[in-house]
C-alpha cells in the first residue's frame, strides 16, 4: 500500500505536466456539433464553435455601434454532457484575467421540480468564498433566454449582449463558463473543481475565433512545474525543450504502466489471469515501441549523413571556383 503512495504523486504531476505541454496558447477551435447547430432557434450565427471544457459550445454574432461606442453581441451558449446539470453559466470578465472572480454572469437554473429560471449575477470573491451568489441587476444583459430539452439533453442559454466598448475589447475578451449540480431556489451552488471546471475560462478574439491565453490552472500549472514555453524552433532552447518533452513523455509511460499494475494489485483479482495479460500487452507495446524507436534512430542518423554530405558537397563547390 505504500509503494501505491509512493507512485500516484508522480503520475498525476506528469499527467498534469503532459497537460500543460499539449496545451497552447492560441488556439483555433473545431466547430459546432450539428445537433448544437440545429437548436439555434430562429439563429443564423456567424460563429460558433465548441469549447476546450465541459462540453460548452459557444454561437456569437457581432454588430459594432461606433458611434455609441456600444458592441451588440447575440450569444446562444449550451453543453450537454451531463444530464443532471443544475445550473449553466456565461459570462465576462472586465478584469486583465479570465477567471472566476469580477465575471458578470448569467446563470441559468433547472431547479428540482423541473422549473427553469434564468438571471444576471456578479460573481465576487465572496460568491468564491461560499458566501452565497444572490442575482444583481446588470444592465448590458438583455433578452435572456433559457432552454432545457428532455430528448437531447441540450441545456442552452441565450441573451444579447450591449457590451460598453470602454470596458470590454472584444478582440481580447476574458469568458467565463461553468456548470454545477445544485441551486436554492435563484442561488447557484458552488460547482466540481476537477480540471475541466478549473479550465473554462480564456481570452478570446471575438472577430477572428482565436482564443488566447489559457485557463488560470494551467498558468499556475506552468510556474508549478517551472516550465518554460515551448521556445521557436530557432532558441537555442529547443534542443532542450525536446530532449526534456521526450524525457517527460517517456517517464509518463513508465509511470502509467507501473500505476496499472499496482492498481491489479490493489484489486486482489482471485487468479493471476490479470497479471500475466498484462505484462502480455505490455510486452507487445514495449516490441512496438523498440521498433518505432529503431526506426526513428535510422532515419535521425540517415538525416544526418545526408546533411553532412551535402555540406561537403557545396564545400567542394565553393572551393572548384
Ligand atoms: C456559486 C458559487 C460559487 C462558488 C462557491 C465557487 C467556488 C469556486 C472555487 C472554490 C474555485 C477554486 C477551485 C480551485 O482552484 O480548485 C472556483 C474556480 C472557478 N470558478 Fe467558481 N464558484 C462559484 C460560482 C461560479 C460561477 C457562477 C462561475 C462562472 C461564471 C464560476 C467559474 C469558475 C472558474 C472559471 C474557476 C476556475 C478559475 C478561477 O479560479 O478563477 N464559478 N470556484
Ligand atoms: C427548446 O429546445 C427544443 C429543442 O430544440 C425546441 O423544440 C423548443 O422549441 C425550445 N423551446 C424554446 C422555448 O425555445
Ligand atoms: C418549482 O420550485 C420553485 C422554487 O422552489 C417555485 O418557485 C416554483 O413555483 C415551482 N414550480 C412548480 C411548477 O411547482
Ligand atoms: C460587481 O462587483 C464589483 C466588485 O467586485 C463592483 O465594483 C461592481 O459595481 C458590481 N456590479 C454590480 C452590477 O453589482
Ligand atoms: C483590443 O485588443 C487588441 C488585441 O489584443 C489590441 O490590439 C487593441 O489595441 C485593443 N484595443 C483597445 C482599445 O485596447
Not at 25 to 45: I, L, N, R, V, W
Not at 113 to 122: E, G, K, V, W
Not at 213 to 231: D, F, I, N, S, Y
Request: net charge positive.
Amino acid at each position: 500500500m505504500t509503494t501505491m503512495y509512493i507512485f500516484r504523486g508522480p503520475v498525476i504531476v506528469f499527467i498534469l505536466a503532459l497537460f500543460s505541454l499539449l496545451s497552447t496558447t492560441s488556439q483555433h477551435y473545431p466547430t459546432c456539433s450539428e445537433a448544437f447547430s440545429k437548436m439555434k432557434e430562429d439563429g443564423h450565427f456567424e460563429h460558433c464553435m465548441k469549447l476546450p471544457t465541459l462540453g460548452a459550445e459557444f454561437a456569437w454574432n457581432i454588430q459594432e455601434d461606433h458611434a455609441r461606442q456600444v458592441n451588440r453581441i447575440d450569444v446562444f451558449f449550451g453543453t450537454r454532457q451531463h444530464a443532471e446539470i443544475g445550473w449553466l453559466a456565461w459570462g465576462v470578465n472586465p478584469t486583465n484575467e479570465p477567471e472566476m472572480v469580477g465575471t458578470r454572469a448569467i446563470i441559468g437554473i433547472r431547479m428540482p421540480n423541473d422549473t427553469l429560471a434564468i438571471d444576471t449575477y456578479n460573481v465576487t470573491a465572496a460568491s468564491k468564498l461560499g458566501c452565497g451568489l444572490q442575482p444583481s441587476k446588470i444592465d448590458f444583459f438583455k433578452n435572456m433566454k433559457i432552454n432545457y430539452s428532455d430528448t437531447n439533453h441540450y441545456f442552452t442559454i441565450s441573451m444579447t449582449l450591449y457590451l460598453p466598448q470602454s470596458d470590454y475589447n472584444i478582440s481580447s475578451l476574458n469568458h467565463v463558463w461553468q456548470v454545477g449540480y445544485q441551486s436554492i431556489g435563484m442561488e447557484p451552488q458552488i460547482h466540481p473543481t476537477s480540471l475541466q471546471n478549473v479550465d473554462s475560462a480564456e481570452t478570446i478574439n471575438l472577430k477572428t475565433r482565436v482564443s488566447e491565453g489559457v485557463g488560470q490552472h494551467r498558468h499556475h500549472l506552468r510556474k508549478m512545474l517551472a516550465l518554460r514555453l515551448k521556445p521557436k524552433r530557432t532558441d537555442k532552447y529547443r534542443k532542450f525543450w525536446n530532449s526534456y518533452h521526450h524525457c517527460l513523455g517517456y517517464a509518463l509511460l513508465a509511470a502509467i504502466s507501473v500505476d496499472i499494475f499496482l492498481g491489479i494489485g490493489i484489486l486482489k483479482p482471485l487468479d493471476h489471469a490479470w497479471k500475466w495479460s498484462y505484462f502480455g500487452v505490455l510486452g507487445i507495446l514495449g516490441v512496438i515501441f523498440l521498433l518505432f524507436e529503431i526506426y526513428s534512430w535510422c532515419k535521425f542518423l540517415n538525416q544526418k549523413e545526408k546533411n553532412n554530405q551535402k555540406s561537403e558537397v557545396s564545400e567542394q563547390q565553393r572551393q572548384n571556383k
